[in-house]
């Protein structure tokens, strides 16, 4: 296996710990200086700190070396991964090109793998997707990912590079459904974090967890993705974990908004721009997704929080 981590931020990291065991991982950082710190350190202490790299995890400021590896994962966030794709097109022009990241970009609706296509089609096009936190991996806890790919056989290769002792990898050839599920649910946990951080209750959160997978399957059965793909590891377990725990930092920025506080800007918060992405694109379609509105008005401070529960629980009585 001859793997490549592009993006030293904490999930990038753990997989590079993590793939290390099988044998040698580069992980690429564009800061020199940050390498020069993890190369001392042997961890990452801005992003991942206590976690000492493995003795085959290599390091790389250049991307050029890094990208000479024919497997390469982008560790890097959805609104910034057509710009990397861009600026380096020479060498990773017919690579296996791997996204990590969770999201629709906002200029254009698209998802990670359709980014790809789109900037960069001299590649092959995978997405590793699923519930999973960077600590837990580096770690060694278990954890399951669905790895989506359209080219089954390319799929079931990078399936075995990928699965680890601890990290255990699934696959899917539906890749819409896979990358609908990992960004939606991103923008539920912005409005559970809201609830429970307004003092609404844990069954105000399921309710929302429930009718927010709901929207979730009305946008990517719309879009032609399959059911069962969201009821996996990509959709419904993904939801779950981000949706209840205070790691993810799409949950914590919804307690931020629920108690009134302020919430760090420099922190990458994959849900926000998400939202709004999907909010256009649900109204361009004639979908109702009434929690992403919900959500799009408290984060551009036009709804307050007893108006969008007020939104939400007088909307017309339906079966379920």
């Given at each position: ?7 030293a ?10 793939l ?13 200086d940050?390498?020069?710190e ?8 801005r ?6 790299f ?21 560790a890097?966030?959805?609104q910034q ?38 900037a960069?089609?001299?590649?092959d096009?995978a ?20 790895l ?5 056989d ?19 050839t539906?890749?819409l ?38 929207e ?7 879009l ?22 205070t ?17 760090d ?32 008005g ?23």
């Amino acid at each position: 296996m001859s793997v490549s981590v592009l993006g030293a931020g904490a999930f990038g990291t753990a997989l590079a710990i993590s793939l290390a065991g099988k044998g040698p991982v580069t992980l690429w950082s564009r800061s020199a200086d940050h390498v020069a710190e993890m190369s001392a350190a042997r961890e990452n202490t801005r992003r991942l700190a206590g976690m000492r790299f493995p003795a085959d995890l290599r390091l790389s400021a250049d991307l050029g070396q890094a990208a000479l590896n024919p497997i390469l994962l982008l560790a890097v966030p959805m609104q910034q991964l057509r710009g990397m794709l861009e600026q380096h097109r020479p060498a990773l022009t017919g690579k296996v090109l791997i996204a990590c990241c969770k999201g629709i970009e906002l200029a254009t609706g698209l998802g990670p793998i359709e980014v790809m296509r789109e900037a960069l089609p001299e590649a092959d096009h995978a997405l590793l997707t699923g519930p999973s936190f960077a600590a837990d991996i580096a770690k060694g806890l278990p954890t399951a990912l669905t790895l989506a790919c359209s080219d089954a056989d390319l799929g079931k290769s990078l399936q075995q590079s990928l699965n680890t002792a601890t990290l255990r990898v699934y696959r899917t050839t539906d890749t819409l459904g896979a990358e609908i599920g990992g960004a939606l649910k991103n923008v539920i946990a912005i409005a559970c974090g809201a609830v429970i951080g307004a003092g609404l209750g844990d069954s105000a959160r399921a309710a929302l967890m429930t009718r927010g997978y709901a929207e979730m399957q009305r946008m990517a059965l719309a879009l032609g993705a399959q059911a069962e793909t969201l009821a996996g590891l990509s959709g419904f377990g993904d939801l779950t974990l981000t949706c209840t725990s205070t790691l993810s930092r799409n949950y914590r920025l919804g307690l931020a908004l629920g108690r009134g506080e302020g919430f760090d800007p420099a922190v990458t918060v994959e849900g926000a721009a998400t939202a709004r992405a999907t909010d256009a694109k649900a109204r361009a379609m004639g979908l109702e997704m009434p929690i992403t509105a919900c959500v799009v008005g408290l984060l551009d401070g036009k709804l307050t929080l007893d108006a969008a529960m007020t939104a939400l629980l007088t909307r017309p009585l339906k079966e379920e």
